[in-house]
């Protein structure tokens, strides 16, 4: 885009480099002084721009000016000399208007191109989000976990996993709204105590978060909050309370096996803690699958997938 610090060098330095060139050919005695002025006119245009090229156009009238009259009125000069210098300016000022026409139509391509690449980088934008992100609740999906996963191998990582209890009989007995309706009320509260860019819906009542892993007081204490928060659930005024269980896992990450472990880990702890209570939430560090066979948990040990 010209801005006008632009304009004006533009202007400046076809100007300058104008009269640098006509002198020089005007110094050795140049056969054809006009022909060799409209190749510099030329060159204005290309490199310097419309704006340029009137700068040089007019140098060239006023090198010119000096050239023929030598001190004389125009009126004075010869019919040739006359002839020339009109045909110089006049094959001057055709040209700029040309080039100029040109120009003009080059930066109204060059505008609607732009503008056609914001549309196109806004609906790319778009499409991505809708990718990436769960049209109900707003968090990251399955889809962005994947996309996200290989930035999380990368030292202390905390993964936790939680799952609305008893989801089905808000949809039984109260209908499908009112499950959209805590689905919704879980993710904002999940988005609230542990950050958007670190939540995922992961399943259709189960989400997930990924961290950089701190102390392990901090994360039940944001698990804690979480619980609290979502028991004093409303809707039209009336108390809907929302219970969630949890089971986490931290430990160091430097490869997908590490990552995938500690997810495996605490998707058991989350079980784990379902089966002792609903509404509560356990954890552990990251230890070996080994770890978990004296555990009596109440569901299979799947694998998991991403």
Not at 76 to 96: G, K, N
Not at 230 to 241: E, F, H, N, R, Y
Request: charged fraction near 20%; charge should be neutral.
């Amino acid at each position: 885009m010209n801005t006008p610090k632009a304009n004006r060098k533009s202007l400046i330095m076809g100007f300058v480099f104008t009269l640098l060139l006509a002198s020089f050919f005007f110094s050795i005695k140049a056969i054809n002084f006009n022909l060799a002025e409209i190749v510099i006119l030329v060159a204005c245009l290309v490199y310097g721009g419309y704006k340029g090229g009137i700068a040089s156009a007019i140098a060239l009238v006023s090198a010119d000016l000096f050239y023929y009259t030598d001190g004389l009125r125009f009126w004075h000069l010869s019919l040739h000399a006359r002839q020339d210098l009109l045909a110089l300016i006049l094959s001057a000022t055709i040209i700029v208007l040309m080039v100029g026409h040109l120009y003009r139509k080059q930066e109204k391509a060059m505008k609607a191109l732009e503008t056609f690449n914001d549309i196109l980088k806004q609906r790319n934008n778009s499409l991505k989000e809708k990718s990436e992100y769960d049209e109900l609740t707003g968090v990251k999906n399955r889809a962005a976990f994947r996309t996200d996963f290989t930035g999380m191998m990368e030292g202390m990582q905390a993964v936790i996993f939680f799952d609305i209890d008893d989801f089905k009989k808000f949809n039984d007995s109260y209908g499908h709204d009112m499950g959209d309706f805590v689905v919704t009320s879980v993710a904002a509260e999940l988005v609230r105590v542990f950050g958007r860019m670190h939540c995922y819906r992961y399943g259709g009542d189960e989400f997930i978060a990924v961290m950089p892993f701190h102390t392990e007081i901090e994360i039940q204490k944001s698990i804690n909050k979480m619980q609290s928060d979502l028991l004093q659930t409303t809707k039209d005024g009336k108390a809907i309370s929302i219970s969630i269980t949890a089971g986490y896992c931290f430990g160091f990450t430097s490869s997908a096996k590490d990552l995938r472990g500690i997810m495996h880990q605490a998707d058991l702890n989350l079980y784990y803690s379902k089966a002792r209570k609903k509404g509560s939430g356990f954890g552990s560090e990251y230890y070996s699958e080994d770890f978990y066979t004296n555990h009596e948990c109440a569901c299979g040990q799947e694998n998991i997938t991403i």
